[in-house]
């Protein structure tokens, strides 16, 4: 059974840092990509981040270009996502998600990339920034 388990969550100051790490078992990470999405209250899901454990991409979405960090390591099938500088508009519950590429457009993180209809996500892990 595959699972996807997240943590690190909690509440911080603006301008604080928070590190969520996403613990992936039963699959070998480095067949797929790991994704960061996040949702805020009202607002839709939205992919933040990804890392894949094929040719090593990465993709950040722009407002958290510069301040996040996703790495992964593939012997633990983990990925980490060092948060740093955070903002009040990073409030949201973070979820991770494991899926396997099926038509790649440049590398495996790129936007355009095709993904199989069969993922995986963790439960999520809320983060509140506090102003």
């Known amino acids: 059974e595959v699972q996807l388990v997240e943590s690190g969550g909690g509440l911080v100051q603006a301008g604080g840092s928070l590190r969520l790490s996403c613990a992936a078992s039963?699959?070998?990470?480095?067949?797929?990509?790991i994704e960061w999405f996040r949702q805020a209250p009202g607002k839709e899901r939205e992919r933040i981040s990804c890392?894949?454990?094929?040719?090593?991409?990465?993709y950040y979405i722009d407002s958290v270009k510069g301040r996040f960090t996703i790495s992964s390591d593939n012997e633990r099938n983990r990925v980490d996502l060092q948060m740093n500088s955070l903002e009040v508009e990073d409030t949201a519950v973070y979820y991770c998600?494991?899926?396997?590429?099926?038509?790649?457009?440049?590398?495996?993180?790129?936007?355009?990339?095709?993904?199989?209809?069969?993922?995986?996500w963790g439960k999520g892990t809320q983060v509140t920034v506090s102003s």
């Open positions: 039963g699959i070998t990470f480095g067949d797929y990509v």
């Open positions: 998600a494991l899926k396997a590429p099926m038509i790649v457009a440049g590398t495996e993180c790129d936007p355009r990339t095709v993904y199989h209809t069969v993922n995986y």
């Open positions: 890392v894949s454990g094929s040719d090593g991409s990465t």
